[in-house]
Structures are given as structure tokens and as C-alpha cells.
């Protein structure tokens, strides 16, 4: 469905993107993550037609953006950040507005009502725009994507400024919308990718990190073992030294807050080894009591944060060069 090959966008001497390929299959639901400023909307600009590409090609559904972008766009229902919305429109007038642009040919009322009942705003489809909530609005701007029933869905933070209500509706939307369309999700919100996503594509700087299935991406990363240590007898200072002084720590963080005397402490170990035993054996030789000990998961806010060190990592030689 989406084919991006060797995409940079330059803006003088600034590189936004920097020689990104990745490929989305028709059907997928993708989650573009990234910090903010990673280059995510600059990317959803360029395969949605509204920016042009310094180098590089976009194909969607086969079409060249760069060649034939009318037809591209044709097959393409694009969110915004921020929806352009008409507030002294009435939701219906607007959507009828956007089937004119569009040069819609399916039967406008049964196909407008049909978009409005998945979406759900069926009940204020006479109301101004301009007098709904936000949540609402934003139902309205997907909507607006959904005219025409173009086969890819691109939504750039779709859920930015909801509340926590509003936010679990969007996404139970887009996972019923991912039933018949492909969808791409521009988010730097891992709780939103992790709930919605079936693949992930992480951009950091201008340049693709990661490119996986999101159970994948977490079990690659997950190859160390992570545990939780409650531990008392000593400052939380002290014993956090002797901790990552273990032969098989690859990490040690003092977690935030106190149990009475007691310290929390996250430890992670190289290879999966299972290091309690050890920690077990630390804690009598110093004299401290282990009160608790716990083996926990990795998050996808965990994952994220190693791929944005592990790019930091690969570019510490260029930027010393002076190459970036």
C-alpha cells in the first residue's frame, strides 16, 4: 500500500529525513513513533502530497506521489494534527463540503450517514461544529479522512489534547477502521502505539531506528532480564553502588519514593540471567535485608528509550567527524 524508498527532506542545510525507507502493507495498522521533532509530520506531509522530497520516492497503492499526486491523494484520508475544520459549518454541511472537494461519486446521503454512524456523530450532525467538544471535533476531522472510503488512513496525533475518555473512543475507532483500511498513525504517545499498532516504525533525527511488529520489537529488546529490589540497611546511594558492582548487572536505577527504610531499585541483567541469587548473596555480606524481589517485563516506553540511545551511540562517530 505504501512504499517509501530513500526519502530525505532538506531544509537548507537542515536534514529533516535522512535516506528513510520502509514499506506498509495493505491492511496493516503502523505506528510511526518519534520524539517530537523526530521528522514524523514531516514524513506524513510528503506521502500525503503536502510537502515535496529533496530525494527519494513515495508510491501509494502503486501511484507515484511525485508523478501523479491527484490520483496518489485519491486514494489517501489524511488527519491532521490540527483538523481544518469550518466552525460556522453544521457537521453535515462540512462533510458534504469536503465530498465536493473530494469529487465523491457514491451516493452522498447514504454514504455521509453511513461515514457519521462509524464514526459516531450521528446525533450532532445538524449542530455547528464550532459548539462541539474537542473529542468531538476530532471524530469530525476523522470523518472528514473517511470520505470517499480511500483505502489509506493517515492520521498524525490523532488523540493530542483529549481526555482520557475521549482518547480510548478514538482508539477504539481506529482499531474499527483497521478492519477495512490501512492505517498509519503519527504518535510520540507509546501507551497509544502499544494499544492500537500492529507494527512499528520508530524515526529518531530524520532516520528509521526500528522497523518491527510491536510484540517483536519488545521481545527483541526484552533479552535482558529486569527485576525490582526492595532493600533496607544502608542509603540508597550505598546500595545502589553495590549493586551495579555485580558481574551480571548491565543496569541499576534507585527508583522514586520509600517504603519506611526500605529503597526500591530497578536492576537489569546482561543475557537474561536471572540475578536475585546474587543480589540474595550481596544483601547478607553487607549486612542489608532484602524485603522484596520481583521479575518484571519490559515496556514499550523502555524499548523506546533504548532505540533512542542506541541511535545516539551509532551517531557519536559522525558527529564527531563533524558529518552531522
Known sequence: MIKVEHLTKRYGTRVALDDVSFHIEKGEIVGLLGANGAGKSTTMNILTGYLSASEGEVYVDGISVLDEPMLAKSRIGYLPEQPPLYFDMTVKEYLSFVYELRGCTLAREAHLGEIMSVVKITDVADRLIGQLSKGYRQRVGIASALVGDPPLLIFDEP??????????????????????????????????????????????????????????????????????????????????????????????????????????????????????????????????????????????????????????????????????
Not at 529518531?204 to 533479552?223: L, P, Q, Y
Not at 533504548?306 to 564527531?320: H, I, N, Q, V, W
Open 159 to 324: 488523540t493530542v489534547g483529549l481526555d482520557p475518555k475521549q482518547i480510548i473512543e478514538v482508539r477504539n475507532l481506529l482499531r474499527t477502521l483497521a478492519k477495512n483500511h490501512t492505517v498509519v498513525l503519527s504518535t510520540h504517545i507509546l501507551s497509544e502505539v502499544q494499544a492500537v499498532c500492529e507494527r512499528i516504525v520508530v524515526i529518531k533525527e530524520g532516520r528509521i531506528v526500528a522497523n518491527e511488529r510491536t510484540e517483536d520489537i519488545t521481545r527483541r529488546m526484552s533479552e535482558e532480564g529486569r527485576f525490582r529490589f526492595k532493600i533496607s540497611g544502608a542509603s540508597g546511594k550505598e546500595i545502589l553502588a553495590l549493586l551495579k558492582e555485580l558481574r551480571d548487572v548491565s543496569r541499576a536505577e534507585l527508583l522514586a519514593g520509600r517504603d519506611g527504610e526500605s529503597y526500591q531499585f530497578s536492576v537489569e541483567s546482561r543475557g537474561g540471567v536471572d540475578i536475585r541469587r546474587a543480589v540474595f548473596r550481596l544483601c547478607v555480606e553487607h549486612d542489608l535485608t532484602l524485603i522484596g524481589a520481583e521479575q518484571r517485563g519490559l515496556e514499550l516506553e523502555d524499548v523506546f528509550v533504548r532505540l533512542m540511545e542506541d541511535g545516539e551511540r551509532e551517531d557519536a562517530p559522525s558527529k564527531k567527524k563533524g558529518k552531522r
